[in-house]
Structure formats: C-alpha cells, structure tokens
C-alpha cells in the first residue's frame, strides 16, 4: 500500500478516506493520531493492525463540538462538565461510561469511552468534514515514542496506513492529560493539562498509581496503556533527576563512548565534546514537552549502547515529562545531588 503524504489543502481527500474506511495518520495539538471512523469496526481494527496495538487496550475518541459528546457518553457528571468548559478543546480527554452504540473495537470491550475535544485547526476540520467522531490512538509502532510530526509517522506507518496529513510539528509533544470522570475524578495520564491546573476544578482529584509505576503484576490498571513499557526507543533509557547541574555531571562520570544524553539546554556545556542532544530548556518545561519524543527517536538513531536522559521534577508539566521518560526507563529513577556524586535511587 502506497501511503499518501497529504497538505492542510488537501484534508478533504483525507476526509473522504475516513468516510470511506480508511485510517489516516493527522495533527493534533499533543501528538499525531491515527485517526478512523469510530462507528466503523472494521477501520478500527486495521489501527490496532497497523501499529501492533495489544487487543486489549482502548482508543480515544476525537470529537470536533460538545454536541458529539452525548453519542457517545451514556453520563456526562457536573464536574465533567465544568473540566470541559475550563479545558475544551485542549489535551484533555476524559474517560466517561459509555453508550452501547460505541463500538466494542473503540473501548476494547470496557464499558467506558474515552473523549477529546482537539483544539488543532486541522484535527477539527477533519472531524467535521468525515462527519463523523475520529477513534485514534498516537501515530507510532505499538511502545515506540509517539510522533511529534509527519515524518515519524511515515517512518513507523508508511506503507500500512492510507494518508498523513502534514500539519507540521506538534504544540505540546506530550499526549493529552486522561482523567476518568466514572467515580471521583481521576488522574489516569498526566498531559500538558497540568495537575496543578486539574486542582484549580477538582481540588481533591485523585492520581492513579499507575501514573508512577506502583501496580503489581497481576493488579488490574484502570488505563490499559499505562502497563506497557512504552514511549521506549530500542537502547536502554537511564533516568536521571535531581539537581540541574549535578545530574549533567553524574550522567558524564558514567558515559562511556557508546552512551548518548538528552540534556537540558541549560547543561550543553557541561557535555561539550560528547554524545549529547539537547531536548529543550529545564527553565521552560513546555520546550521540555515538545522536545522529548523527537530527541528519544533521533537518540534511538544513532545506536547508542545506552541512553542517559535529564528528567524533570515533577511541577507544571514536568509530571508529564518525567513520567514519559521514567516509563520509556522502566520506572527507575536516579536522583542526583549538587555535586553529582551522591545519588540514590527512587522506583
Ligand atoms: O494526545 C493524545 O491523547 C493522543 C492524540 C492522538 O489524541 N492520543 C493518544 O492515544 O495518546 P493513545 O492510544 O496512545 O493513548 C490513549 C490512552 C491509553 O493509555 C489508553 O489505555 C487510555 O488512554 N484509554 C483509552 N480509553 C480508555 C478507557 N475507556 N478507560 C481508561 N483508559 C483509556
Ligand atoms: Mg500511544
């Protein structure tokens, strides 16, 4: 199969390729998707096909209005509502009880749906002009960092998908916050929506435990996603947080020539004369977002025997980035002092 490289011009020949079953890699604010009809089973299962997905783990469900919002959701809470109107359209999605007419494909047999309202231009045009909700997950290789721009999509998906539309890099870089809203709201992703901003609606929202790695073997996971090693290029990940500074110099006294680090702006000097990438800036954590699942690709590239990556504490956004990189690291986590010597370990 040839896949289609497709303009912003061109979005309503992508269109017309939804309508008419097909699977279409498209922009969003946080990361590309891989968009189908989510009333046709049959589109959705070529997804799951394309990109290696587990059976067993369910998709987001893009809408371009809140009126969509009732075929699919059997319940819509007041606090839900009041999150949608401080955070639609946005990278939030919610996760709601379902209607029976959502497929079973869409939700992978849960009795509960998940729902977006995407700000991105193009996402929404797309939408409307299918006429119909758009199933996607991220546009990537089942467990491989999720693309940030049209070339990461090809390079995963070409030949086994219909189209991507080239909407250029994505704002956030992260996918969307997750809060199911079945029970008390609760934090099951962390996204560029932030908890502290989540906290300003529900004050006392609760955070799953699988958002830092604490579930057992054989516990069940409230989001299926979360219990896949994932975001992961082929090398090893270490992360390592703690001091700005003194997590540079901790990862250049165990870099071997083999090694790569993803490293903040702020510490290039610190690397100068090694393998390292710079993936944004620690003094703005939104560049941090943006950056970091194009730096774990371009890493992952050069065959690294190991890869050293900078994580972020956990205000703001950070959350979201720290998680990103401590699940692609298996949840292992080395924090470093000042002086880059005395670290422990969390995780
Ligand atoms: O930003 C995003 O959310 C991107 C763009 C394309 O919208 N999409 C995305 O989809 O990240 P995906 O499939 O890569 O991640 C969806 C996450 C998974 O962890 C999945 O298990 C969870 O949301 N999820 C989906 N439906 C759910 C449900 N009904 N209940 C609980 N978790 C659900
Ligand atoms: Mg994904």
Not at 40 to 47: W, Y
Not at 90 to 116: I, L, N, Q
Not at 239 to 251: F, H, N, Q, T
Not at 284 to 302: E, H, P, V
Request: charged share 25%; proline share 7%.
């Amino acid at each position: 199969m040839k896949t289609l490289l497709l303009s912003a011009a061109e979005i309503g020949a992508a269109a017309e390729i939804l309508r008419r079953g097909g699977i279409v890699g498209m922009p969003t604010e946080t990361v590309y998707g891989l968009g189908a009809s989510a009333w046709d089973e049959a589109a959705v299962a070529r997804i799951f096909e394309a990109k290696g997905r587990p059976q067993d783990n369910p998709l987001i469900v893009h809408i371009a209005g809140l009126s969509a919002l009732d075929e699919l959701a059997a319940e819509v809470p007041d606090t839900a509502r009041e999150l949608a109107r401080r955070f639609w359209p946005g990278p939030f999605t919610m996760v709601f009880p379902k209607k029976p007419s959502v497929p079973d494909r869409v939700t992978a047999g849960m009795d509960t749906v998940a729902v977006r309202f995407t700000a991105h231009p193009l996402a929404q045009e797309l939408i409307r002009r299918a006429g119909v909700p758009i199933a996607a997950p991220s546009a990537n290789v089942s467990g491989y960092p999720s693309p940030t721009c049209a070339a990461h999509v090809l390079r995963d998906l070409g030949g086994r998908i219909d189209a991507v539309i080239d909407g250029g890099p994505c704002a956030c870089g992260v996918e969307s916050t997750v809060v199911s809203v079945v029970g008390p709201p609760r934090l099951l992703r962390p996204g560029s929506v932030t908890l502290e901003q989540l906290r300003t609606v529900v004050p006392d929202i609760a955070v799953d435990k699988a958002l830092r790695g604490e579930v057992g073997p054989d516990e069940k996971v409230s989001a299926p996603g979360m219990k896949y090693r994932h975001y992961a290029p082929k090398a090893p990940v270490i992360a390592v947080g703690g001091d700005r500074d003194g997590s540079a110099l901790y990862i250049r006294s165990r870099m071997g020539g083999r090694d790569l680090c993803l490293c903040y702006e702020e510490c290039a000097g610190i690397f100068a004369g090694r393998r390292a990438l710079v993936y944004g800036s620690l003094a703005d954590r939104a560049s941090l977002a943006r950056g970091i699942f194009a730096a774990l690709r371009d890493a992952d590239r050069q065959e690294p025997e190991t890869i050293y990556v900078q994580c972020p504490d956990e205000a703001g956004v950070g959350l979201a980035v720290s998680n990103r990189i401590r699940k692609a690291a298996g949840f292992r986590e080395i924090v470093a002092d000042r002086s880059g010597r005395d670290t422990k370990e969390k995780g």
